[in-house]
């Protein structure tokens, strides 16, 4: 999608204007610590007195850091936009903000900032809203925009709001944790920074047990990437040496059907099932996780701590999540012929259906499936998944997500918010429909970057597979079944 490269490229040039701003300020009257206390005008004086920081009447411009984009930025952007976090810049002080305020308001205004990439579009309007949304409600967009336009006033710290705490990362009450079984160097191998490693985990449950929440533990933040996190119920990745298969592409390295349960990505809450619901974890079973590493240009990088926090009861829950992963190389058959992008096409879709079923078999209405989580898996040509579910009686079609700016970078599970009963059932019969959408060219800087993996800079046909340069079309769904 062109879209995506000129967006970029747009970004490209605020941050151009931004740094040229620095640069003009830099040597201009603007003295360190003095901002605050002035009551008028403190900043390079360029052109007009918008940059004043006090109204007529000498009250503090609105809004300001202080009061009133600091909570803002607390709240919905320091999880990542710290030092050590892994935003590219920290968004903790007034000093290391202000400069950027075009640059913020453009990138929150476009919808690219907080991450999330779930979204209303014109042929999908999901059935419910969704957990921790992380989008900023319009007022805040249009606080960002003001506060940009108005030269960032820093305004008075002694009226300084009060700072939410941002939301804790970590799960609590964990039963388990399962730590990675040896270490792994990460550096730069080729041309590459970007390197997937299988890694077994194992969660030591002696019993057959149900997980109602879990967590990612990133290890070496520096390098840890995102996390796929899959069940190995025979427990075949015990196998592995040293519990790791390198270089296992982007699945489980397992063989056989797979079961993904989750994904993460930086600055990721923990995954809980609604309340009732467990996820079965056999006894002797253990998690893979796909992990992609990011090397440090700087210099090889030791991860040996990256695991996971669970949660589990002993007890059978009312409800048993099943996740189904659909699409190729999923269940379902494919609508457009075995998965192939030819290189250059930009718009080129492939389309799969699965029939809802037990295995393959019909189950009764009696039994209840809701859904409640869902997920894209694909790979770097890929710019768009669409899932819907169309009815076995009526034909009438429900859309489930849409990821019309996909992004490889933040796979992730986004679950649906409300009670189970009030979340979309599903019953035997039913289809649903996963649509992917690709570009092949090098106006996808996805392609671009995946071409440059392997040395090459024009594109080719694209086939399904685990590499780089290859494709998936997966829809990840997680079904709340009772009455099994
Ligand atoms: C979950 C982590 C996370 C959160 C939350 C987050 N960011 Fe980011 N941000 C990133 C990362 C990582 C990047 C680097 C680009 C990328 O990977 O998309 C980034 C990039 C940016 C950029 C630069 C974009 C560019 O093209 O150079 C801006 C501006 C930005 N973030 C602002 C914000 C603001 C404002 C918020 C809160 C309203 C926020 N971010 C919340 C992780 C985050």
Not at 8 to 28: F, K
Not at 88 to 109: I, M
Not at 400 to 417: G, K
Request: proline fraction near 7%.
């Amino acid at each position: 999608m062109q879209i995506v490269a000129s967006r970029r490229e747009l970004v490209v040039v605020v941050v151009g204007a931004s740094l040229a701003l620095v640069a003009c300020s830099g040597g201009g009257g603007e003295s360190e610590g003095s901002a605050t206390e002035g009551t008028t005008a403190t900043s390079s004086g360029s052109s007009s007195g918008a940059e004043s920081e006090t109204t007529s009447g000498g009250e503090a411009l609105r809004p300001n850091w202080h009061e009133d984009v600091a909570p803002v930025v607390a709240e919905h952007c320091q999880a990542c936009h710290s030092s050590g976090g892994i935003g590219p810049f920290s968004l903790s002080t007034y000093a290391e903000s202000k400069d950027w305020a075009p640059v913020l308001a453009f990138n929150v205004a476009e919808g690219l900032m907080p991450p999330w990439h779930a979204v209303e579009t014109a042929e999908c309007a999901p059935p419910l809203p969704w957990k921790h949304d992380a989008r900023l409600p319009e007022a805040l967009i249009t606080m960002f925009q003001a506060w940009a336009d108005a030269g960032a006033p820093e305004g008075d710290p002694k009226l300084a709001a009060p700072l939410p705490t941002p939301p804790s990362l970590d799960l609590a009450d964990p039963t388990a944790t399962a730590t990675m079984g040896s270490a792994l160097t990460i550096e730069k191998s080729g041309q590459t920074l970007d390197q997937f490693h299988c890694v077994s985990l194992d969660p030591g449950n002696a019993q057959d047990v149900f997980l109602t929440a879990f967590q990612v533990i990133p290890g070496n933040r520096k390098v840890v990437h995102h996390v796929v996190i899959y069940v190995d119920e025979s427990g075949q990745s015990a196998s592995w040496p040293g519990g790791v298969k390198k270089d296992c592409g982007g699945g489980s390295g397992l063989s056989g059907a797979t079961t993904m349960i989750g994904a993460w990505v930086p600055g990721g809450l923990p995954t809980e099932a609604p309340p009732d619901v467990g996820i079965p974890l056999p006894a002797g079973a253990r998690l893979v996780f796909n992990v992609h590493y990011h090397a440090s240009a700087g210099g090889p990088e030791i991860d040996d701590s990256t695991g996971i926090a669970l949660r589990w009861t002993t007890q059978p829950l009312g409800w048993t999540s099943l996740f189904e992963l659909l699409g190729d190389p999923g269940r379902g058959s494919s609508l457009t012929g075995d998965l192939m992008i030819p290189a250059g096409a930009s718009e080129h879709v492939e389309e799969y259906v699965w029939t809802v079923s037990a295995g393959g078999a019909d189950f009764p209405d009696t039994i209840e499936a809701r859904l409640w989580t869902i997920g894209a898996h694909m790979h770097k040509i890929a710019t768009n998944m669409r899932v819907w579910v169309e009815d076995r009686d009526s034909s009438a079609t429900t859309c489930l997500a849409e990821m019309p700016r996909y992004d490889y970078n933040w796979q992730r599970l986004y679950e649906y918010e409300g009670p189970l009963e009030q979340m979309l059932r599903v019953r035997s019969g039913d289809k649903i429909h996963v649509r992917c959408t690709y570009n092949n060219t090098l106006q996808n800087p996805g392609v671009v970057e995946a071409l440059a993996e392997v040395g090459l800079d024009a594109p080719v046909d694209v086939y399904v597979g685990e590499g780089t340069l290859d494709e998936m079309c997966l829809g990840a769904i997680g079904v709340a079944v009772k009455g099994i």
